[in-house]
């Protein structure tokens, strides 16, 4: 096993939506008590609803202090708020956020600071308020700039907005965005893909999560799934759009993952290779490895109570905001690990395999000749590395190489 701590990040959860999506499996919901949604797609303006910007920071900041002990003496590295809808929450709340943690933890001079944003949340002067807390790159969510698409998927904003935000973005002084969009969807042609992805490269993005709708459990397009395009055509969206990709300069470093030079995404790439980070909010997940008290080391997985009501009323309760957490076995290990790992393109050596899973690389190596026939690993000496073939059937290469 490794004999030093990995790299630390922090997880900061948001729980609250404009409105929940209907393909939208992450931990998010409407503000309550309800009140009828102003926003519709194409709609223009922005008034953000009365939501508990001061109760929701108090119980942040208490929630990381628990966490603390674990992080003793460690230097954070990225920071990434996601959501739900981040942006709904002031330039102000992320200043006095980003200002009481670094009272806390060291912060990295050049540590990756991210904020998830939706269009029709933002406007300039958010932008610019968000750039003043300390905030260096956002990721913004804005899946499709077709309207037929958008009112699918349930988002509130137009094509139009999309592009303004992204602009605006420019304009307050970030120079590190991320765009996500999605591909596969609802009544979505190759060529309104491929025309998605045009949009976006116009727009110059420094890094784009490009990735395939699923339909997951516990969603509305689960309960009542919406016509997707055919196999075939979601085979020539894949290949088209990664082509086109490679071609305007991104680099795929990961299952769903492309970016221009030197901006990949620090903060996933520490999920992607085992580091740590702490969770902190309603329903954040965190991992962090230790020494216990018999010198053997562990790693911890620990998750926070998930609903924003009851998160909240756990301020100041002696039980604090965990609501369980799970001591990996080393027989869990192999499988943590790969799963993470394998979705980066360039794969790990499998030096970094032993000392992440404590794993020989004798029975690693006897359980990868049926994924070598199969064509889904690079032949490659002392790497384990997915074949593009094994990138696309992920799940079949993870059960050959950890299943017992």
Same mark, same amino acid.
């Given at each position: 096993?490794?004999?030093?701590?990995?790299?630390?990040?922090?997880?900061?959860?948001?729980?609250?939506?404009?409105?929940?999506?209907?393909?939208?499996?992450?931990?998010?919901?409407?503000?309550?008590?309800?009140?009828?949604?102003?926003?519709?797609?194409?709609?223009?303006?922005?008034?953000?609803?009365?939501?508990?910007?001061?109760?929701?920071?108090?119980?942040?900041?208490? @929630?990381?202090?628990?966490? #603390?002990?674990?992080?003793? %003496?460690?230097?954070? =590295?990225?920071? /990434? +708020? &996601?959501?739900?809808?981040?942006?709904?929450?002031?330039?102000?709340?992320?200043?006095?956020?980003?200002?009481?943690?670094?009272?806390?933890?060291?912060?990295?001079? @050049?540590?990756?600071?991210? #904020?998830?944003?939706?269009? %029709?949340?933002?406007? =300039?002067?958010? /932008? +610019? &308020?968000?750039?003043?807390?300390?905030?260096?790159?956002?990721?913004?969510?804005?899946?499709?700039?077709?309207?037929?698409?958008?009112?699918?998927?349930?988002?509130?904003?137009?094509?139009?907005?999309?592009?303004?935000?992204?602009?605006?973005?420019? =304009?307050?002084? /970030?120079?590190?965005?991320?765009?996500?969009?999605?591909?596969?969807?609802?009544?979505?042609?190759?060529?309104?893909?491929?025309?998605?992805?045009?949009?976006?490269?116009?727009?110059?993005?420094?890094?784009?999560?490009?990735?395939?709708?699923?339909?997951?459990?516990?969603?509305? /397009?689960?309960?009542?799934?919406?016509?997707?395009?055919?196999?075939?055509?979601?085979?020539?969206?894949?290949?088209?759009?990664?082509?086109?990709?490679?071609?305007?300069?991104?680099?795929?470093?990961?299952?769903?993952?492309?970016?221009?030079?030197?901006?990949?995404?620090?903060?996933?790439?520490?999920?992607?290779?085992?580091?740590?980070?702490?969770?902190?909010?309603?329903?954040?997940?965190?991992?962090?490895?230790?020494?216990?008290?018999?010198?053997?080391?562990?790693?911890?997985?620990?998750?926070?109570?998930?609903?924003?009501?009851?998160?909240?009323?756990?301020?100041?309760?002696?039980?604090?905001?965990?609501?369980?957490?799970?001591?990996?076995?080393?027989?869990?290990?192999?499988?943590?690990?790969?799963?993470?790992?394998?979705?980066?393109?360039?794969?790990?050596?499998?030096?970094?395999?032993?000392?992440?899973?404590?794993?020989?690389?004798?029975?690693?190596?006897?359980?990868?000749?049926?994924?070598?026939?199969?064509?889904?690993?690079?032949?490659?000496?002392?790497?384990?590395?997915?074949?593009?073939?094994?990138?696309?059937?992920?799940?079949?290469?993870?059960?050959?190489?950890?299943?017992?």
């Amino acid at each position: 096993m490794a004999n030093t701590l990995p790299p630390l990040s922090l997880y900061i959860h948001t729980p609250w939506c404009v409105r929940k999506c209907p393909y939208c499996d992450f931990n998010s919901h409407e503000p309550s008590p309800y009140e009828p949604s102003p926003y519709e797609p194409g709609s223009h303006g922005f008034t953000p609803r009365d939501l508990p910007e001061e109760a929701y920071l108090k119980a942040l900041l208490q @929630d990381l202090d628990g966490d #603390l002990a674990l992080a003793a %003496g460690r230097e954070i =590295q990225t920071i /990434f +708020i &996601g959501g739900g809808t981040p942006s709904l929450l002031s330039p102000v709340f992320y200043q006095r956020l980003l200002r009481e943690i670094k009272a806390r933890l060291p912060i990295a001079d @050049d540590a990756e600071i991210t #904020l998830e944003a939706n269009p %029709g949340t933002t406007e =300039q002067e958010r /932008f +610019i &308020g968000y750039r003043n807390a300390g905030i260096n790159r956002l990721s913004l969510g804005i899946q499709s700039f077709q309207p037929d698409q958008l009112y699918a998927l349930g988002r509130i904003h137009s094509g139009n907005e999309a592009v303004a935000a992204v602009q605006q973005a420019r =304009q307050a002084g /970030f120079t590190n965005i991320n765009i996500d969009l999605m591909h596969g969807l609802p009544g979505q042609t190759p060529q309104l893909a491929m025309d998605d992805i045009e949009q976006a490269l116009a727009l110059a993005p420094e890094h784009l999560s490009w990735y395939q709708l699923t339909l997951e459990p516990n969603t509305a /397009f689960h309960s009542s799934p919406p016509t997707l395009p055919e196999e075939e055509a979601l085979w020539d969206i894949q290949d088209k759009g990664h082509q086109r990709l490679e071609q305007a300069g991104f680099e795929r470093y990961e299952i769903s993952a492309y970016a221009t030079a030197h901006h990949q995404s620090r903060h996933n790439l520490n999920y992607w290779q085992f580091g740590d980070y702490l969770g902190i909010g309603a329903g954040a997940h965190g991992k962090l490895s230790h020494i216990d008290q018999n010198g053997q080391w562990c790693i911890e997985r620990r998750w926070k109570t998930r609903q924003p009501d009851a998160y909240l009323k756990r301020f100041n309760d002696l039980r604090g905001f965990i609501a369980g957490k799970q001591l990996l076995t080393p027989d869990e290990l192999p499988l943590e690990f790969a799963m993470n790992a394998l979705r980066l393109t360039q794969g790990v050596t499998l030096d970094t395999w032993s000392a992440n899973t404590g794993q020989s690389d004798v029975m690693l190596l006897e359980r990868l000749q049926t994924a070598d026939k199969k064509g889904l690993l690079m032949q490659m000496p002392e790497k384990l590395r997915a074949s593009p073939q094994g990138l696309l059937f992920l799940n079949e290469l993870l059960a050959l190489i950890c299943d017992d």
